[in-house]
Each structure stands twice: as structure tokens, then as C-alpha cells.
């Protein structure tokens, strides 16, 4: 894998699949090495695919300061990157809790992004988080199924505290549009991939103020693509929706079907719908 030096001489990695233009991808998780985005649903046949390992994630290296752990503090770590590629701008896609690294770059360097595609994505940033109401209306759109009321049930125990791998086991169709072999395989393989004290620094205290983000994303010329899950309720489609209103160039598309992870659900419509937009910003 290839490896550059960040500001504070923290060394990260990334992966390049596909052909074409480059597509900076940036994870979610929060903290998850970036294999689980695999090629993106086939998108990575018409775009080169730059898949980054987040500071302490997959193949990156670990910082000396934890603290750095922090999304704002990661922004510099984005800005790294474009130099090593270089890039004079650069179109990105983000997954996730991804999407606020993403928005806080765009506010940080909004001359230096051609097209940015959100993919289900949070918005503490924004001041746009999902509530438990949201995420139990969503739990509940595959209501009586034995598969999908277990699935419920646990997700209810989830956000009343019982925060365990068996209830997270349990929950987990919810987060895929079927749960079918591929989706029960990503599922499993994401408990080794997540940086847990990442994680939990990653939205710490002083990473950013709501307001200024929001004033400084007026400046983003370039067209953004929040792309968001029917079934999904991290964002339901109407949060998704203030999220691209809250972008001067925000275009909204809710994928059928679909829950967190859209590319598994419908590889081709999901590469589809974002290879068009990235091609002509529609």
C-alpha cells in the first residue's frame, strides 16, 4: 500500500483500485479501515478509487498523540493527501460518520474540491444528528418479520444502554438493505476493522462549532451528492435532506431499498446514480 507523511510526520495509507479520474474515499465508523467500502458497488470501473486508512486504522500508523484523533484535527490529514497526489482539486466521497471528516474539509478548503458524494451520512458537524426517534422509526419500517422484529428488539436495548456485541449481532439486518450472504459476511468482518479509542475521541469536545461550519460551507462552489438510504434511519431520508439543504450546491437522492450501506444493496444503481453524478454533477 502506498504511505505518505502527514503533518505531524504520522505516516498513513491508502489503496488505489479501478481506472480513471481519482476519487479520494474517506471511511466511516467512526475510525473503520477503509476495506469495508470494497470497490464501492463496481465504481471503481470507471474512477480510481483512493481508499484512505484514517490515522490508527487499517494499515496507517498510530499518532503519537491521541488527541489528534479528533475529526477537525484530521482535516489536515486530507489536505496531506491531495499534496501527495497532486492534486489541484480533487473530487471526494465520504460514507457515514465519514461525511463530517468530509465537511469540515469542505469548510476548511472548499477551492481545493471538485465533487464531494455523501453516502449515508452523519452530521454531528452540522448540528444534524439522528435521534433514537429516528433510528426506531427506521428499525421498524421491516416490522413483522421474526428476523426483523429481533432486530428491533435489540436496537431498542442498543439505545437504552445495552451497548453489546451480541446486541449489535442481533440488530444488524437493520443496517443492510437484505440480509443476504455478502451483507451477513461485511457485518461480520467489521468488528476488526473499527479503532475503538479512535472512535471515541473522534467527536470529542472543541471539534468544531455548527455555526461557523455552516457559514463556511456557503462558500463550496462545487455540487454535492447526499445520497441516502429508504430503510436507513442514520440518516432517515428527511435529515439527509437538511444536509444537502444546508450545502449551496446539495442534491438529495434516496436509494430504494436501501439501508446504510447502499453499494451492497444495489451495487449497480448505487454506482450508477454516483458515476453519473461525478460525471456531470447531476
Request: aromatic share 6%.
Amino acid at each position: 500500500m502506498p504511505i505518505f507523511a502527514t503533518y505531524d510526520g504520522t505516516e498513513l495509507a491508502y489503496r488505489t483500485l479501478g481506472e480513471g479520474p481519482p476519487l479520494v474515499c474517506l471511511p466511516g465508523g467512526a475510525m473503520r479501515a477503509s476495506r469495508y467500502l470494497g470497490d464501492l458497488g463496481g465504481l471503481a470501473a470507471d474512477r480510481t478509487l483512493i481508499l484512505l486508512d484514517l490515522r490508527g486504522t487499517g494499515e496507517s500508523a498510530v499518532p503519537a498523540d491521541a488527541a489528534t484523533y479528533r475529526a477537525d484535527h484530521q482535516v489536515a490529514d486530507v489536505e496531506a493527501l491531495r499534496v501527495h497526489l497532486g492534486l489541484e482539486r480533487m473530487d471526494v466521497l465520504a460514507h457515514s460518520a465519514g461525511g463530517n471528516l468530509a465537511l469540515l474539509y469542505a469548510a476548511a478548503h472548499p477551492e481545493r474540491l471538485g465533487r464531494t458524494v455523501l453516502v449515508t451520512p452523519t452530521a454531528w458537524v452540522l448540528d444534524l444528528a439522528s435521534t433514537a426517534r429516528d433510528r426506531l422509526a427506521a428499525a421498524r419500517l421491516r416490522a413483522g418479520t421474526e428476523l426483523y422484529d429481533t432486530a428491533a428488539e435489540a436496537y431498542v436495548r442498543i439505545l437504552g444502554g445495552a451497548d453489546t456485541d451480541e446486541e449489535w449481532d442481533r440488530a444488524a439486518p437493520l443496517f443492510y438493505g437484505r440480509w443476504d450472504a455478502a451483507a451477513q459476511a461485511h457485518h461480520a468482518a467489521g468488528g476488526h476493522e473499527q479503532n475503538e479509542e479512535a472512535a471515541a475521541a473522534y467527536a470529542g469536545p472543541g471539534a468544531c462549532d455548527p455555526a461557523a461550519v455552516r457559514a463556511a460551507l456557503r462558500r463550496v462552489a462545487g455540487e454535492v451528492l447526499v445520497l441516502a438510504g429508504a430503510l436507513d434511519g442514520n440518516p432517515p431520508p428527511g435529515l439527509a435532506e437538511r444536509i444537502a439543504a444546508a450545502l449551496p450546491a446539495g442534491i438529495l437522492h434516496v436509494q430504494p431499498g436501501a439501508a446504510h450501506f447502499p453499494w451492497l444493496d444495489d451495487p449497480a444503481g448505487f454506482a450508477g446514480r454516483v458515476g453519473r453524478f461525478l460525471a456531470t454533477g447531476a
